[in-house]
């Protein structure tokens, strides 16, 4: 088709920067449109995945009635929200609610203790994984293991189970019937009921530490696997001339590889403290302390509170996506290259 | 604290010659302490999915060894297939495909409608599970389009440079929504959308990085720019080229990517779990409600099927080259 026969409003289309898009007259053009054409797929199912939705969820965390039709205009969820935070505060904490809640929302402490909650316990169960990933990345990388790949196939399983059924595996560990507490009050004497970890009630000290170990399940293969990547850029030949100097392995581990291996392990400790906040299966069966994600159960399918879940669901889903693109990027991290 | 400065060589305080206490320990039993973490670890992960394998064919199990004798009961119950009460709690009895009583209607002009009927009356009652089947079927569509969406956007950002690329990529490659939230976006958005539709969309969003992660790792280690140009300079277009050269190139990496997202789909519990409505339950729920109703062995035999499913797609994967799930670290 050559250009005479087009119609004058088709040219005029060519003209615009759109038009210039879609049909290139230059090889720089024709290779955008290649591009275009390869982003477009993603972009389509970002915003219908992702983008409208949450967008929709910010919408109801401001409004007035979300019941039948999402109406009006109301900053009480946030308000009751970070009212409700501030209260959890110690010492300062009575009077910074008061001052927030000016509308008279109904302030209740539990949304600054869950909060809490999913950040000490993440940061607990992050470190524990990633120092036990440093351990077995380091071992699998240098040591000459038999059998390799079936020790990295195995580690790497639990990635695909999902959390109820870790925190199933956790009920056969250490259940009133599980296989440790058994093995243990054999030991001891003593009645497994007072040993078990699963099953007590919630907030407990053997009930969290129950937890604890439901979470690793989840975390230690993933921080495994992304440190098996960063110790696979090792240099060896420094770690092989120091030891040829005379430094011990520690010595070594700490003055040469340690300094390669950081930004990694930095990476590693972000990204397994995303996966830790995102837990939810594992808390919902264990139900043995209150974080975020099992409060969001408590306000969907118990009470219904959609307006006060989308506010903390949007400040959740905002801290998460703050920490880790901010934390990705002003540390050396290297994640995605 | 030493840093390496930009040559490499440590600077800070220089390491003791003579190794300490700590030094000489190390030196002796590092190496079999790191190895018996190894193990342990292993042991930890692995032990529960084995016992509670085993444990799924035992008529009891308390305390540390399984008593009574060997029975298919639970299964039977998990699955949905034995005559009791809970089994209406199992996968749901079994997927049935009935032939249709009128193949069709043939219509003419100017003549009576001409109605042609199935010549025998028939039914297929397949071996599958119910919401088993359901699952498999959700976990596939939402593979398929984790494949259009993923391939591409892989290959764009692998082998063009352009503004915005970097950021496209950590898009691609990073889990930026968590699935509980989404389920709760999801909750209001679509409010006239069946549940299947809506699942299916949230599995792909959400399993999109292991695909780009897999596919990309593929493409790397391919001469992107090298067969390009050789197929075009050979008169392919760039659509050709794309579809027979680049794409076949990259099977390893699409097919690993595919096992992997289809099996984390098929159990993808969080979003579910907010987001399902009505119509077939996904397999997931379905696990959690024997997790948490049921007697443990039974719960025990419903988590095995999973297990069999998990276990059969890592044996698919080792074929393939891949050790286990070990492509999709990131999450």
Redesign the interface.
Known sequence: MSTLDESPLLGRVRETRAGRLVFPTTERG???R??A???V??F???T???F???V??FR?SVAEQ?LYE?QGWSLGPYRRLFASIAAFIPVVGTDLSAAIAVGGEAVNPVYGETIWNSLWFGAVTTVASVA?GI??A???EK?D?PRK?L???????????????A???????FGQ?G?LT??FA?LSGAQPVDLQLTGQPSGTTLAVLGLFFGYI?SM???AT??L??TYAEVNTD?EEAARAL??????TF???TL??IRPGIVGALI?TF??A??I??TV??LKSLSVV?FR??QL??VGYE?NI??AL?AV??LF??LF??LS?RYTSAE??? | M???DAD?A?TGAV???E?GR???L??RY??AL??A??LV??V??????L??FV?SFFQN????FPSGGLTLQNWAQALGIADTVGAARGLGGFWTFVAPDVLFVLQLPLLPDLTLYFPFDFYIQTPIPMALGFSVLLALLGVL?NL???V??A??VTR?D?RGRRL???????P???????G???????PGLPSVIALV??Y??LK?PYMVLAVQSSFESMDLRQMEESARSLGAS?TTTFLRVIVPGAKQGIISGSI?CW??AA????FS??VYSSGPRPF?LF??EN??NNP?LR??AA?SI?FVI?AA??ALL?YVGE????V????
Request: charged share 10%.
């Open positions: 024709r290779k955008r290649r591009i054409a390869l982003a797929p993603f389509a199912l970002a219908f995945g992702a409208i939705p949450l929709k969820m109801i979300f999402v036990v351990a077995l380091h071992g699998l040591y293991l790949g020790l990295v196939t195995l580690i790497s399983f639990p990635i695909s189970l999902p959390g109820i059924v925190a199933f595996m956790m009920i056969v560990l019937t296989l058994n093995f054999v399940y230690i293969p993933r696997l992304l098996r990547g420094a005379g430094a011990t392995p520690l010595q700490r003055y040469v300094p390669q990204l995303r996966t906040l995102a939810f299966g919902l069966v994600t969001f159960d969907v399918k959609l879940a989308s669901a959740f889903f998460t996506v880790t693109f990705l994640v995605a290259r | 030493s840093t390496p490499g440590v390491p003791d010659r190794p700590l030094g000489r190390s030196a590092g190496r790191v190895t973490l190894i670890t292993v930890f992960l692995i032990g529960p999915v016992v509670t444990a199990w308390t305390g540390l389009i259009l969406v993923g591409p956007v290959y764009a063009y352009f496209m990529n950590t898009f691609a490659v990073l930026i929504v968590p699935g509980i939230i989404l709760i976006a999801f909750l209001k958005t679509y969309l949230g792909s969003l999109i760039w992997i099996t984390l159990a993808e519990f969080n779990y907010v997931s696990l959690f997790i948490s443990f719960a025990a988590i999973y998990v797609v890592t080792n050790n286990g799930f070990s999709g670290g990131v999450r």
